[in-house]
């Protein structure tokens, strides 16, 4: 199984420019999330979706959009590439939102810098 | 919003025992979990709690819940060169904490 899958694992935007953030998962998990990793901050939610077709910002969503137009996939769109989001993303799934026995499951993360 | 707190860095000796600790503030949660994160990787689950329950044990790891100070924590016993990682403690509503990383000295 492969999991959650993120593309592209590396990427440098210049200020300004525009890119999309590809997650895929096999699961068929209903929720999915987007997050951000800095130093010192953990992780903290972008937006999240709890079914095909949905979505709903989370604490930091100024800057980014997202889709859901398939189940299986999850996208994070940066408009207009800012140096405060050089950070390390992270997609997600979930079979439920509060479910011990069904955590969620981490892809491997996107790294980018906006310089 | 909830808040999860937890310090940032926990240093230990190769046998020793490791506390990593987690305060919260929603008391909502169903579930109360752990995730390991090792360099360049994603988080992965590592345990979680029920909420009513106060101890979880399972292998080397234990869990202890005080609902009431709304604190939880997590104990590595025997601690391995392995175990050096990022733990983040999170709860039911998609919120972490900012991740203990911890060290382990041969």
């Known amino acids: 199984n492969a999991g959650v899958t993120q593309t592209p694992k590396f990427r440098v935007l210049k200020t300004g420019q525009s890119m999309t953030l590809l997650c895929a998962q096999d699961m068929n998990h209903e929720y999915m999330y987007w997050y951000r990793q800095d130093p010192g901050m953990g992780l903290r939610l972008i937006h999240y979706?709890?079914?095909?077709?949905?979505?709903a910002k989370g604490e930091v969503p100024d800057g980014y959009n997202v889709s859901r137009l398939k189940k299986q996939n999850f996208l994070l769109g940066l408009e207009s590439a800012a140096p405060s989001q050089t950070s390390v993303y992270f997609c997600?799934?979930?079979?439920?939102?509060?479910?011990?026995?069904?955590?969620?499951?981490f892809g491997s993360g996107t790294r980018l810098t906006v310089v | 919003g909830e808040d999860v707190e937890q310090s940032l860095f926990l240093s230990v000796r190769e046998g020793d025992s490791s506390v990593i600790n987690c305060t919260y503030t929603d008391s909502s949660s169903t579930y109360l979990y752990w995730y390991k994160q090792e360099p360049g990787a994603g988080l992965q689950l590592l345990t979680y709690?029920?909420?009513?329950?106060d101890m979880k044990q399972d292998q080397r790891l234990t869990v202890l819940l005080n609902k009431k100070d709304k604190h939880l924590s997590l104990r590595i016993a025997d601690t391995q060169t392995g175990d050096s990682a990022i733990y983040f403690c999170?709860?039911?509503?998609?919120?972490f904490g900012a991740g203990t990383r911890l060290t382990v000295k041969p």
């Open positions: 997600a799934s979930s079979y439920a939102m509060n479910r011990g026995d069904y955590g969620y499951t």
């Open positions: 999170a709860g039911g509503n998609m919120r």
């Open positions: 979706s709890v079914g095909e077709g949905t979505t």
């Open positions: 709690i029920f909420s009513n329950m």
